[in-house]
């Protein structure tokens, strides 16, 4: 079936590292969207990049992902980090309907 | 930018009750969603609804669950009645189209059935 997978549930870095989180995926779907959502803690989800453009490159704030459907992967990069960085990633698709799934999440954790 | 809002923001029942959840989305969206995230976990699609009708739902979206939005006022979901493991935060979401349109969501409300 259709499925986002993050194989890292917890990341720790020290502020001004780059850091890589990943995310692939597993669909028959050829027309798909893919998100990066941000959640820090206690505050709704909210987007940080989509892309359903094939080896094009996206950015906000200082974030960056591409969409490789040769190795269905969209994994988000950042070259430093900030502190106010921490938070929950969710890469997710809407595998060419309305609803949004979900990868588990991974916990980006930034030390001083 | 646009904001989607929820009331209540917390709520504590006993199993057995009834609750109803309130959305208060983006004004000129179409589309509106219910997503559940049990603490610290991913979230998980429940319910979509469109042009008053319920589009797609989710295997956990049980029969205990319903929901609607009358008169173009609040997207409601409703639980009756509530068992223990309805317990987690509830997000409302709203979006103008579909695709890849960016979904706007809610800030959550915190359900915890005692």
């Known amino acids: 079936g259709d499925s986002v997978t993050q194989t890292e549930g917890l990341v720790t870095l020290t502020e001004g590292l780059p850091v890589k989180l990943n995310c692939t995926y597993q669909?028959?779907?050829?027309?798909?969207?893919f998100f990066w959502y941000v959640q820090h803690l206690n505050e709704a989800p909210k987007l940080l990049l989509r892309?359903?453009?094939?080896?094009k490159r996206t950015e906000h704030q200082g974030f960056h992902a591409t969409l490789h459907k040769s190795s269905s992967s969209f994994h988000l990069q950042k070259s430093s980090v900030q502190l106010s960085d921490s938070a929950l990633y969710f890469c997710?698709?809407?595998?060419?309907?309305?609803?949004?799934?979900f990868g588990a999440g991974t916990k980006l954790t930034i030390k001083p | 930018g646009p904001k989607v809002l929820q009331i209540p923001s917390h709520q504590i029942i006993d199993m057995g009750q009834m609750v109803t959840l309130n959305c208060d989305p983006v004004?000129?969206?179409?589309?509106f969603y219910w997503y559940k995230q049990i603490l610290g976990q991913q979230m998980e699609f429940l319910v979509n609804?469109?042009?008053?009708?319920?589009?797609?739902k989710s295997k956990l979206f049980k029969d205990q669950f319903s929901v609607e939005r009358p008169d173009g006022s609040y997207f409601t979901l409703k639980i009756q009645p509530t068992a223990l493991e309805d317990s987690a935060v509830y997000f409302c979401?709203?979006?103008?189209?579909?695709?890849?349109?960016?979904?706007?969501f809610g800030p959550g409300t915190r359900l915890t059935v005692l």
């Open positions: 997710a698709s809407n595998y060419g309907n309305e609803k949004i799934t």
């Open positions: 609804f469109y042009n008053g009708k319920v589009m797609e």
């Open positions: 669909t028959a779907y050829s027309d798909v969207a």
């Open positions: 004004s000129n969206h179409l589309y």
């Open positions: 979401a709203s979006s103008y189209g579909t695709g890849d349109d960016e979904q706007y």
């Open positions: 892309s359903s453009t094939d080896n």
